[in-house]
């Protein structure tokens, strides 16, 4: 098969994962991973993962099956960094969806879920690490259920919808406990949405990681 990816930044921590994936299957079907869709191809699969633009149909008619991967449990949840704001919400169990792009976000048929389930003290690497493995699992589902698949549509209710996270939501209120906003911390993208507080005037970026010991901090 012919197989694009698309993922629109080479920065974003999904990256890696998506080579790997590509190396792995490369050996069975031929599989460019490109960061805009003047790159694509054509072909069997279209898979968009962690891509910013907007996909039209004519770009999708050039493909058997234009898929995309959520962290949510469609209807709800659609929109932005879904996952990031269930953690915050104190979930520890969250759908992952495989389902078809549509010009309305989010809203295609559904081929495949899983579920990501979190202990509670996951940190963002940990939780990343996690989450695209599940993401490499369905990329695998619809390769080899391509030929055979029903989809199934979204279930008929008020959807709901998570807006984009900016920097800001990652602040720190320097005036409530750690315990009170370790959720906060966790989730933060070290790299690109660190943590921060604004004290005395000045702000400070927080990296936090995790250690097997208290010996490791001498």
Known sequence: MNISILCSNKEHPVFP?????????????????????????????????????????????????????????????????????????????????????????????????????????????????KLFSIEKELMDFALLNLQTIVPTPQRVEDPSYYRKRTPIDSQIDPHRSIAEQFDLLRVADTVRFPAFFEYRGHYYRIIIEKISNVGELE
């Open 17 to 129: 994962t998506l080579e790997q994936w590509q190396q792995a299957w490369q050996h069975l079907h031929e599989i460019e991973l490109v960061q805009t869709r003047q790159d694509l191809s054509g072909g069997d699969i279209l898979f968009l993962i962690s891509c910013s633009e907007l996909i039209k149909q004519d770009v999708r008619n050039r493909y058997r099956a234009t898929l995309v991967i959520h962290a949510s449990d469609l209807p709800q949840g659609r929109g932005w960094s879904p996952h990031i704001w269930q953690i915050l919400e104190g979930r520890k169990s969250i759908t992952v969806s495989l389902l078809e792009a549509e010009d309305k976000v989010d809203s295609g048929a559904i081929w495949a879920q899983r579920e990501l389930l979190l202990e509670g003290h996951e940190l963002y690497n940990e939780i990343n690490e």
